[in-house]
Antibody, heavy 120, light 107 residues
Framework: QVQLQESGPGLVKPSQTLSLTCTVS??????????WSWIRQRPGKGLEWIGY???????YYNPSLQSLASISIDTSNNQFSLRLSSVTAADTAVYYC????????????WGQGTPLTVSS | DIQMTQSPSSLSASVGDRVTITCQAS??????LNWYQQKPGKAPKLLIS???NLETGVPSRFSGSGSGTEFTFTISSLQPEDIATYYC?????????FGQGTRLEIK
């Protein structure tokens, strides 16, 4: 059973860079066939896809993030990470990592989510 | 970007009722649509993929239909454990986008 677990600082100051990590267990991030994704949910709002990465390092981002997002992958530790630069209060959200299955064509496994607050 | 519009945004129904949620895409997406259930404080859970394929282990009272721009999600007989917010999501092209959600409550 694949499991994903997010980790992050919980609180970031405005204009700083946010860094979150997702650790994958129960399966290899290197196996192919999946895109490893970040999705966020602002307070009381819906879901916003941030982007995803393939094990080869190929990345795809939501243009709404205006190039402020960067996703990387560490296959040796079975992890992938999100960096979001120049954060503002509007980036306060619960951040989820999720697996996009190319065969399933859906987000089939999700982490529990990690809350992030941007505040001075 | 393809916009996904769900209706209604909230819904109150009684146990045993038939519940229907619609999702409209701003352009044709063939059957490139998924439905998720999110309970408070939890991550979304995939219920239906490719507009009508029920995921393994999901109760058969849940179903989906539609193609092109109009999609429907149905609970044939509402159960208390179905209280949640439901989201549609397209994958026709990038960026992937979600509907704004439908909050389902028990009357």
């Amino acid at each position: 059973q694949v499991q994903l677990q997010e980790s992050g600082p919980g609180l970031v100051k405005p204009s700083q860079t946010l860094s979150l990590t997702c650790t994958v267990s129960g399966g290899s991030i290197n196996s192919g066939g999946y895109y490893w994704s970040w999705i966020r949910q602002r307070p009381g709002k819906g879901l916003e896809w941030i982007g995803y990465i393939y094990y080869s390092g190929s990345t795809y981002y939501n243009p709404s993030l205006q190039s402020l997002a960067s996703i990387s992958i560490d296959t040796s530790n079975n992890q992938f990470s999100l960096r979001l630069s120049s954060v503002t209060a509007a980036d306060t959200a619960v951040y989820y990592c999720a697996r996009w299955g190319m065969a399933a064509t859906a987000f089939d496994y999700w982490g529990q989510g990690t809350p992030l607050t941007v505040s001075s | 970007d393809i916009q996904m519009t769900q209706s209604p945004s909230s819904l109150s129904a009684s146990v045993g009722d038939r519940v229907t949620i619609t999702c409209q895409a701003s352009q044709g997406i063939t059957n490139s649509l998924n439905w998720y259930q999110q309970k408070p404080g939890k991550a979304p859970k995939l219920l239906i993929s490719d507009a009508y394929n029920l995921e393994t282990g999901v109760p058969s009272r849940f179903s989906g239909s539609g193609s092109g721009t109009e999609f429907t999600f149905t609970i044939s007989s509402l159960q208390p454990e179905d209280i949640a917010t439901y989201y549609c999501q397209h994958y026709h092209d990038l960026p992937i986008t979600f509907g704004q959600g439908t909050r389902l409550e028990i009357k």
